[in-house]
């Protein structure tokens, strides 16, 4: 009997030297710097200054009293309203579209796809150049329908449309090709089903069977594409800092400006960790969601 | 209720052919199986029977009327596939409602949502529902109407998708390797639950399966494909007693048929150094094959029918005990590559074990043989048996 607990006491032992590698991973990288975060929130650490004191709540205070803080995430609200749709129901319909053809599926798949494998920030470059107001080929082309020019990057009420339009044009290969894993697990036979029953006509046929297969890759895209729009950083970092007047301003932007460009550490701090708490409540829709699609 | 009239079907994928020219008539209310081994387009004729699939050329006639252009919806046939099909999502009421819903309700009530906004409909999805409700009960799934098939047990799931056959009163009902899923148990009770479903409904069964036992013991005919021919179609026991062809023959009845080559003799047949006092009314020299069924041998000296025989010297292999009855493997003792199939009757004290000696004599009933022409055609057996001649090794 002893000898059976000595047993199991070794090899619980062994059991924890296995997963302590992984444990101290996860906390050196993931949960440490998370604590570190949460702490410097809570002080008045600034980069230039190594004299710094507890402050308490004050970071957070001064957050939600500051009409910079409020106007970041208006414009993230609005960048993600017109990017989130997009960028749910383009990818979706171009699934359906190129899943259905026999020849050229592979090369539009690779078409869509390829913006997903170049690098953002230099072809955040590119579209600059395409979008220039006066020289860009985008406005030559308005021109010659006759609208135009307009100021993509220089106009505060366009600005947040073209960021999306180019994070648009980023993701859309991704969410179809998720879209198409999804499409290509429908077993062949549903859709036989779907006939023999009467349901042939195609807004039967994707009500009945296509949509509701499909609804765990939907919540996933759904989630993922919401954590990428309140992402949005760095081709507001290379096009526009912001401007004009603030007006693309997002979140992440301003965070940004806060600890690395005003040296206030404290209150980035204080940002990050109201960041993350989104960034978590949409991770914990995904994951409720994606159990209860499981069951 | 309806008769099936298929003129002369064909079927290309691509390159291959799958079936070379089909024609088959099924009767109203008649239970036809389509056998065959995989890849010999049974299914594929179901799917163009279904409408799922268009044949090349061809006519399909249900009752007389030509249904080659029309959907599976328009010729009103109920499939139950092989891995069911049931909409993962919907309970088993939305499951077996749907051919119900959408047959009757227009497309803006099958919208979303629909349910409250044209409440015109009431009476209509009252009656899906009622009907539902029945032949849930007559198929005993009622108290799982609420549940996911994702809940459901195999031979439940099976039910379900004989309901959402059922509930519209199909002119023709069609079925693909539906018991292939199943475990063996189960197989035999779902196999006499559709043979009475059938007899109860009256409808005309079209059934797709691999297995001859299916076909044999289920169907009032079977129709046997093999690479895209109909061999033959008929009753089970024509089938399986008078076989048009080796290959039916061979595919039909387990274990299989033993086949032995011979050679027509003035006196009868030449089976490998042992003349077969059996006429062929073949020229002496023709090449043919002997079919005889396993269990139409018997072990000399035991009591079986009477009529002519002939004996032969076989060599035990091997013994497989199935409780009543023995399967014994062996070969013919002067020509050990020619193998035999016994099935032997253990008699009534099945716990007694049946000794066979190494070797022994199995007496075969003339009556039972069936000859092949080098063709594999079935060749008539001549009348009047010779005397058994012995020829030298």
Known sequence: ?295 | MARLTLTDIKKSFGETQVLKGISLDVQDGEFLSLVGASGCGKSTLLRIISGLEAADSGRIEIDGVAVDQATPKARNVALVFQDYALYPHMSVAQNMAMPLVMGRLPMRARLPGAKWLTPGHAQTRRDIAAKVQQVAEQLRIAHLLDRRPAALSGGQRQRVALGRALVRDPSLFLMDEPLSNLDAKLRVEVRREIVELHRKSGLTFVYVTHDQVEAMTMSDRVALLQEGHLLQVGPPGTLYGDPASVDVARFIGSPEINLLPVRAAGQGLQLAGQVLPVASGQPAGRDMMLGIRPEAMRLAGTDGAGGPAFELEVLRHGVEDLGGELVVHGALAHAPDMTLRLRVQKGPDAAVPLHLPERFTAEVPMAALLLFGADGQRVALGQGAAAPVEVPA
């Open chain 1, 1 to 295: 009997m002893s000898a059976l607990a000595t047993l199991k006491r070794r090899q619980s032992r062994l059991a924890y030297a296995f997963v302590a590698p992984a444990v101290l991973l996860i906390l050196l990288i993931y949960i440490g710097p998370m604590i570190a975060v949460v702490l410097a929130s809570l002080t008045d650490y600034t980069l230039i200054s190594d004299y710094w004191e507890w402050v308490g709540f004050d970071n957070y205070i001064k957050m939600f009293g500051d009409a910079q803080f409020g106007n970041a995430l208006r414009n993230t609200a609005v960048y993600a309203a017109v990017f989130l749709p997009c960028a749910f129901v383009i990818p979706l319909w171009l699934a359906i579209s190129i899943q259905k053809r026999k020849r050229f599926r592979s090369f539009f798949e690779i078409l869509y796809f390829m913006p997903v494998t170049s690098t953002l920030t230099a072809m955040a470059l590119v579209w600059s150049a395409l979008m220039d107001s006066r020289q860009g080929i985008l406005n030559e082309w308005l021109g010659n329908i006759g609208i135009g020019p307009v100021n993509f990057l220089g106009s505060p009420e366009v600005v947040l449309f073209s960021l999306a339009g180019i994070s648009l044009w980023a993701i859309i290969g991704f969410n179809m090709v998720l879209f198409i894993a999804g499409l290509t697990a429908i077993p062949r036979s549903l859709y036989d089903a779907a006939r023999i029953d009467g349901a042939d006509h195609p807004v039967d046929e994707f009500l009945r069977v296509t949509w509701p297969a499909l609804a765990p890759t939907s919540v996933f895209v759904a989630v993922t594409s919401s954590i990428t729009a309140f992402k949005l950083f760095d081709t507001v970092a290379i096009l526009t800092q912001g401007q004009p007047a603030h007006a693309s301003e997002v979140f992440l932007y301003l965070t940004f400006l806060e600890g690395f460009e005003y040296f206030n550490m404290g209150y980035a701090a204080a940002l990050s960790v109201f960041f993350l708490g989104v960034i978590f409540v949409f991770a914990l829709i995904q994951t409720l969601m994606a159990d209860r699609a499981a069951q």
